[in-house]
């Protein structure tokens, strides 16, 4: 007899999985809309690859810091690409690592940016 095991553990288990699932099914799906906005007013040429664009949607631009600029002064926000480690610690300058941090600007595309926010942002970069 195994009455004495208590299977609500597994069961708390299961359900929680099932949340995360579900949740993160909503969480793609949002993703999937905010990138259509931004793919459908970006131009090609700015935009990297999309395998790129799950965390945030990324785009390269020759003039992040004016962008950047024009962005926050529209009540939005925006991120820079990751700083180079290397001039952390070195200061040896790896031509990539530099390129891609003062080129490519991270776009929202989560619950915190909304479908109108993603449409003003795509015509700023887009004018920029």
């Known amino acids: ?3 004495w095991l ?8 299961k359900s ?8 993160l099914s909503k ?16 131009p090609n040429k700015m935009q ?11 785009i390269r631009v020759k003039n992040t810091k004016k962008v950047l600029e024009e962005i926050f002064k529209n009540n939005l926000f925006a991120s820079r690409h990751y700083y180079p480690a290397n001039l952390l610690f070195n200061n040896q300058k790896l031509t990539n ?4 941090y003062n080129e490519v600007l991270n776009l929202f595309n989560d619950f915190r ?8 942002i795509s015509e700023i970069v887009k004018n920029s």
């Open 48 to 58: 990297l690859d999309s395998s790129y664009n799950n965390w945030r949607f990324n």
């Open 6 to 13: 208590d299977h609500r553990l597994e069961f708390k288990i």
């Open 27 to 42: 969480i793609n799906n949002y993703k999937k809309k905010i990138n259509k906005i931004y793919t459908s007013i970006i």
């Open 97 to 100: 690592a530099n390129k891609s």
């Open 113 to 120: 940016f909304n479908e109108q926010q993603a449409f003003k």
């Open 16 to 23: 929680y999985e099932n949340k995360i699932k579900n949740y």
């Open 1 to 3: 007899n195994q009455n």
